[in-house]
Structures are given as structure tokens and as C-alpha cells.
């Protein structure tokens, strides 16, 4: 079974600063995906990013882009110019066929 | 990208009451999904459908029923509320990315306290 790990219960940036949210993930796998989800405390999901396997590229959409190194199982998502309503729980998912297996989440912080 | 809905937002219930969490997309989507989630932890698939007259229960085990007989609805039903059952219920429908993965949308998600 897929396992994905996200190590940081929280953290916290500062406005306009850049932040990273790390996220392994543990498969036998050759053809997988892997996503961020933003959740802020209103409850709903959010897609922000994915990332295929065989994609050379990192993904990037806007100020998130996905560092993804393929050989060490990471992909940590990168927000630049945190704003204040990035404030939210953030969850790393990994899909090897059409289930997503989530992390923990990490709750992001943005001070003023 | 999806829109997708649910229905109520929030519920508060008795126990030994039935409860039918409704889920509806009109993206036409093959695929969807029930998740199950306490308040700050990770999200648990429950249920999923590959199609109408398909459905599946997931990697946690759950006393929730669900039916596709239509592809744009995919309702839950609770026969008989426990104080156990208080979570979020997150709906999702997915469509192909990138030509190999699903990428799952999310609808709003149900609140449900029992009592």
C-alpha cells in the first residue's frame, strides 16, 4: 500500500515571505500522481497542483509550484508571496491508479 | 474544473435518526467518491463509483450506504445515526489529467453532528 508523510503539523510564513510544505511518499509504483489540496477552515477541498510521474517538469500554477524529486519520493509544495488568505490546512495526495491516499495535512500560518 | 455540490452544509441530528447526505455534479463525471474526515486529520475514502449501477466501499470501513442510478447523483444514506458518525463528509468527482491520472474535485463537504 501507498504511504505519504507530511512531517510538519504546522508552520508559519511571513506575509510576502515564500514557504515550503514537504511531502514524501513511499511506492513500487511506476506510474503515479501526486496533488496538493488547500483547506481552509470553511471545510471544502481545493485542487491547487499535480504532478505526474513521468512528467520532467515540475508543475506550476501560478504562486504554487511543486519541487519534485522523483529519485528521493518528495514533492514539496513551494507558495510564493504568501498572502493572508493562505492560511489554511494543506494535504499532499498520492494516486496510483484512481484512489488518492492523503497525508496529514500541514497547517499553514500567515502573520501579517 | 467541477462543480459539484452537497446538500445540507451543515446537520444536526438525533441518534437513531436516518440521514441522506445528497452529492450532485454536473460535469458529467464518470467517477465519484465519498470521504469521511474528523476535524483537523487526514480524509478516509469510504465509497466510490465508477458509474451508474457501480459503487464500491473504500479503505475505511463505514455503516453508510450510497447508490448511482443517475451519473450527475451520488447520495449517502446513514440508516440509523450514531454519535460516531459526527464528522465531515466530502463528496468528490474526478475527470482524466494529463491523460494517465484523475484529478478529484471537491464539493463543499456536510458537517453532521449527532446527538
Known amino acids: 500500500a501507498q504511504k505519504i508523510t507530511q512531517t510538519q503539523p504546522g508552520m508559519f510564513v511571513q506575509e510576502k515571505e515564500a514557504v515550503t510544505l514537504d511531502c514524501t511518499y513511499d511506492?513500487?509504483?511506476?506510474?503515479?500522481?501526486l496533488f496538493w489540496y488547500k483547506q481552509p477552515s470553511s471545510g471544502e477541498m481545493i485542487f491547487l497542483i499535480y504532478?505526474?510521474?513521468?512528467?520532467?517538469q515540475n508543475a506550476t500554477e501560478g504562486r504554487y509550484s511543486l519541487n519534485f524529486q522523483k529519485a528521493r519520493k518528495s514533492a514539496n509544495l513551494v507558495i510564493s508571496a504568501s498572502q493572508l488568505g493562505d492560511s489554511a490546512m494543506y494535504f499532499c495526495?498520492?494516486?496510483?491508479?484512481?484512489?488518492?491516499?492523503f497525508g496529514k495535512g500541514t497547517k499553514l500560518s500567515v502573520i501579517p | 474544473e467541477a462543480d459539484i455540490y452537497q446538500t445540507p452544509r451543515y446537520l444536526v441530528i438525533g441518534t437513531g435518526k436516518k440521514i441522506t447526505l445528497e452529492c450532485s455534479q454536473t460535469?458529467?463525471?464518470?467517477?465519484m467518491y465519498w470521504y469521511q474526515q474528523d476535524p483537523g486529520m487526514e480524509l478516509h475514502l469510504i465509497h466510490y463509483?465508477?458509474?451508474?449501477?457501480?459503487?464500491e466501499k473504500g479503505d475505511l470501513s463505514s455503516e453508510s450506504t450510497v447508490s448511482r442510478i443517475r451519473t450527475e447523483h451520488f447520495p449517502l444514506t446513514l440508516e440509523s445515526a450514531r454519535p460516531s458518525h459526527t464528522s465531515q463528509y466530502l463528496c468528490?468527482?474526478?475527470?482524466?489529467?494529463?491523460?494517465?491520472?484523475?484529478?478529484?474535485?471537491f464539493g463543499p463537504g456536510t458537517r453532521l453532528l449527532v446527538l
Open positions: 460535469m458529467g463525471h464518470d467517477k
Open positions: 468528490a468527482s474526478s475527470e482524466l489529467t494529463g491523460g494517465v491520472q484523475e484529478t478529484q474535485y
Open positions: 495526495a498520492f494516486s496510483g491508479s484512481y484512489q488518492l491516499t
Open positions: 463509483s465508477y458509474g451508474v449501477n457501480s459503487t
Open positions: 511506492t513500487s509504483d511506476q506510474s503515479y500522481g
Open positions: 504532478q505526474g510521474s513521468y512528467d520532467e
